[in-house]
């Protein structure tokens, strides 16, 4: 079996290339990713095998690949498509097309894997028991984040678990690296009102 993924992870990887670079040439900030969307949209609706293609959102993707190795459990593999608002000077080929805004924290990467995921377990299906649900989430960047809303929306009714993963530059190319418990750091947002007297930072005492 691992070897049998190898092979067609091989053939699929400069399609994921391929796929990744157009993403980052057109990147969209958290809550406007339809154009991209759109193309995974597409892209899903060519593979090798049927996928169930649902669009929660506008700028979200579902798709479910149902195993034709009999029943089983629901596994989802998830990613993440917004980009930042910044301005790309890396002098690539592919660089952002969109003045202002750029995949910066790889996130047109991990579309591009998922796309690939879909390809190689599609080409493996008949041996797939149970389900596999790809979710391809928006504004991941942002509070409120895409995955509220998609939850919100029934996207993981029935799974039985959840993988998603993130690249980091730090890590050698082709490792994998994880533990248990928490791995990458998040953020909250809140908001702090405060009620007093004005006045001059040398004289608090008169506030």
Known sequence: MASLISDLIKVV???VVQWRRHIH?????????QPTADYVADLLGCMPAPLDIRR?????VVADLRGGAGEGPMYALRADMDALPLQE?????FSSKRPGVMHACGHDAH??????????L???RDRIRGTVRFIFQHAEEVSPSGAKQLVGLGVLDGVSMIFGLHVDVMRPSGSIW????TIMGACNDFDIVIRGAGGHASQPELC
């Open 178 to 181: 994880c533990r248990v418990g």
């Open 13 to 15: 990887q400069p399609e």
């Open 89 to 93: 000077e890396s002098g690539e080929p």
């Open 56 to 60: 929660l959102t506008p700028n979200s």
């Open 122 to 124: 599609c080409q493996m």
């Open 25 to 33: 040439e057109h990147p969209y900030v958290a809550y406007e990713e």
């Open 111 to 120: 579309t591009a894997m998922l796309l690939g995921a879909v390809k190689v």
